[in-house]
């Protein structure tokens, strides 16, 4: 007997509990309906308190909570409610639930004129919408992307077009849809979007919609709606007087849940009617009734009173979660011995890497000594050509066989004063150009002195690599024997000019001689063109005074 009495004793405290949970839910979403969202945030913070740690009950609690703070213009505060609850629902993997959760964050990140986050949000819901079960949660989500759409995107046309299928979808259906203040919002959008291209549209959309939010008593939109009516009426119509009644139904309702800043609203519009109708005296009237709604909003701005009681309630579950943190001690113990493991394979395998970085050095340095002997060796078989072009030089007795003779031989020194800095010096990779092309000018000093030509060479102090410093030798070498060739009249001063300037990034090359047989001339060198094509750069080339070679590159 003693047993079945106990049993239900248990079964009675159950179902106590379980009818306390349902009165306390109940009682939440009674307070909600009829707009008392201050009594609904005290009740809604009790329930978390007295709900299971980490259990469906709070979480939609939290949901709840998140869509109170929101009615109360707390928008900051709603993600951190919002996260949790998300996060329980993920692992449970409850999708519904994610998707409503998103919706919510969407619409907060709207109030919150954040509407990168809010479209960001509604395209992640989106994505679950084909996953959701509940017919309630998916009206939401309409209602709340036609909201986006009809405040971000109005005037572009497939938004618009969008906005009205969606429309559609929800006023067809609106018999299985309980939450009618959907119906009435979704009217009022559409209502909104046509207040420009169609007035007498958006009238008919406003006043059904002021109709189904007064017949199902839903406040806020009612609020909304008469607020909009208002508008209508004033600047569509010019109707001041109907403007005022719909604004004073709004501003009575207001007034009824304490909603701060839609009475200022309704204030502020009717103030504007009754100055508009010179009736200066209501005008007056609703001016100050403003003014005090204004200092009420500030103070209320102002207030900590329910910021206190919110960070003491996470203060509060913080707490709970450190008794939980503690549980995950062992884990960190792991951890951390997994962590020296760790340290300890990376420290016997960076002994390993340094032993194969001497030897890679070994060889670095082995292969660098071969390439300088070969540079020399190089250079030494230049040498041997040198001589042999010298030769061929003094055999042959036309003097235009040993200009091209003196040609390729100018050429074939300028590879070899390359090769010989590039086993001279430490780093076999670059070429200072300024002592390079100096260098490489003194090959010419005969051939000026025996023409009078007076050279002048300003070359900037620059490192390059070994390759692109041998193309612009070449370059300098050919454009000299153009000149020396070709540019000089008898008779005439003869000048040539060499300037190399580093700007930045990009080297600034500039070759020009006087000569007069370039002036006005059409002048494109072959093999010029092909170094520069190597150089992978463009060069200009102008012959009104002389001949001006333009070349620039990167560095």
Do not use: W
Not at 182 to 197: K, M, P, Q, S, V
Not at 541 to 554: A, Q
Request: glycine content about 2%; proline content about 1%; overall charge positive.
């Amino acid at each position: 007997m003693s047993s079945k009495y106990s049993f239900l004793i248990v079964a009675l405290l159950v179902s106590f509990r379980f009818i306390g949970q349902n009165d306390l839910t109940n009682k939440i979403e009674n307070l909600i309906s009829v707009s008392q969202y201050d009594s609904a945030y005290v009740v809604t913070q009790k329930a978390i308190k007295n709900s299971k740690t980490n259990s469906e009950e709070r979480a939609d609690y939290y949901i709840k909570y998140a869509r109170i703070l929101k009615s109360l213009y707390k928008t900051d505060s709603c993600f951190y409610y919002l996260d949790r609850a998300e996060s329980f629902y993920k692992e449970k993997q409850d999708k519904s639930k994610q998707f409503y959760i998103l919706t919510i964050k969407a619409e907060v990140s709207r109030a919150l004129v954040k509407r990168n986050m809010a479209n960001n949000y509604i395209y992640e819901a989106e994505k679950l919408l084909s996953e959701n079960k509940e017919l309630a949660y998916k009206y939401y989500y309409y209602n709340r992307r036609i909201a986006l759409l009809a405040e971000y995107y109005n005037n572009v046309p497939d938004s618009v077009a969008k906005i009205k299928e969606i429309g559609r979808l929800i006023l067809d259906n609106q018999n299985e849809i309980e939450d009618k203040s959907l119906i009435a919002y979704t009217l009022n959008e559409i209502g909104y979007l046509d207040f420009h291209r169609n007035p007498s549209n958006a009238k008919k959309y406003f006043l059904k919609a002021h109709e189904i939010a007064e017949q199902n008593n839903s406040v806020l939109a009612y609020i909304d709606v008469s607020i909009n009516l208002g508008r209508y009426y004033h600047h569509k119509e010019s109707n001041f007087k109907k403007a005022i009644y719909y604004h004073k139904l709004g501003l009575e309702r207001a007034k009824e849940i304490n909603n701060l800043f839609q009475i200022q609203q309704c204030y502020n519009e009717i103030k504007i009617c009754y100055i508009l109708q010179e009736d200066y005296q209501n005008a007056f009237f609703y001016r100050d009734s403003l003014a005090n709604v204004d200092l009420m909003i500030e103070g209320y701005a102002n207030s900590k009173k329910y910021q206190l009681l919110e960070n003491k309630f996470i203060i509060e579950g913080k707490e709970k979660e450190l008794k939980e943190y503690k549980k995950n001690i062992y884990l960190l113990i792991i951890v951390l011995i997994s962590l020296f493991t760790g340290i300890f394979i990376m420290y016997f395998y960076n002994k390993k890497i340094k032993f194969k970085n001497k030897e890679l050095t070994k060889l670095y340095d082995e292969n660098k000594f071969l390439v300088s002997e070969t540079n020399h060796r190089v250079n030494n078989n230049l040498q041997v050509i040198s001589l042999l072009i010298n030769e061929l030089i003094s055999k042959f007795k036309k003097k235009k066989h040993q200009k091209e003779l003196e040609s390729l031989l100018i050429k074939v020194d300028t590879i070899a004063t390359l090769h010989r800095y590039l086993y001279q010096t430490k780093n076999n990779d670059l070429i200072n150009l300024n002592e390079y092309l100096t260098e490489l000018s003194l090959n010419f000093t005969d051939s000026f002195n025996k023409k009078n030509i007076f050279s002048e060479f300003k070359l900037a102090n620059i490192i390059l690599p070994a390759e692109k410093a041998m193309f612009l030798g070449l370059l300098t070498t050919e454009l000299i024997i153009n000149s020396l060739k070709h540019a000089f009249k008898d008779g005439q001063t003869k000048e040539i000019s060499l300037k190399i300037e580093l700007q930045e990034d990009t080297i600034l090359y500039l070759f020009s001689d006087n000569g007069e047989n370039s002036k006005g001339k059409e002048i494109e060198p072959k093999l010029v063109s092909q170094i520069c094509l190597q150089l992978e750069s463009k060069c200009e080339i102008t012959t009104l005074n002389g001949f001006n070679f333009k070349l620039i590159l990167k560095k």
